[in-house]
């Protein structure tokens, strides 16, 4: 089956992974951010759910997490995919909806943070290609400035 970009989603695998994750970050193809959401909670702290900058290697992202969630150690189920799609179709297809209803009975707190974080990653999404067609950093234009 082909969709917006010719990528077909798994979705049934996808929701697996959305069940399963302790830790996931998800990737987009117009522009470096990742959303990042860690599942995990303790009497101290609930899930996280932020927008991150890319790493080289997963070991950086393990550097990462222990910085920032060091209570937790290291996760036992650590996930990352790029999204193939838009982040609108990303949305409205409410692909992330089993990790959404995780987050729902961990915290309300994080379930919203969920919605804003996809919000900005909409907004990077629209700034991105609108920077595309300008010609705009790092994007390249065949069009010639006048």
Do not use: C
Not at 62 to 80: D, I, N, Q, T, V
Not at 115 to 141: C, N, S
Request: proline share 5%; no cysteine.
């Amino acid at each position: 089956m082909l969709t917006e970009n010719g990528i077909a989603v798994d979705y049934e695998a996808l929701g697996e992974l959305l069940r399963r994750a302790d830790v996931l970050t998800i990737g987009f193809t117009l522009f470096p951010a990742r959303l990042l959401v860690d599942t995990r909670t303790n009497d101290a702290d609930g899930p996280l759910v932020a927008i991150v900058g890319p790493v080289a290697t997963v070991q950086e992202r393990y550097l990462w997490l222990g910085k920032h969630r060091g209570g937790f150690g290291a996760p036992e189920a650590f996930s990352f995919f790029v999204w193939p799609h838009t982040v609108k179709s990303l949305v409205a297809g409410d692909a992330l909806a089993p990790l959404r209803e995780r987050l729902a009975t961990a915290s309300d707190d994080a379930e919203a943070a969920l919605a804003e974080m996809l919000e900005q990653i909409q907004r990077m999404e629209d700034e991105a290609i609108v920077a595309a067609v300008k010609g705009d950093e790092p994007w390249k234009t065949v069009w010639r400035r006048r």
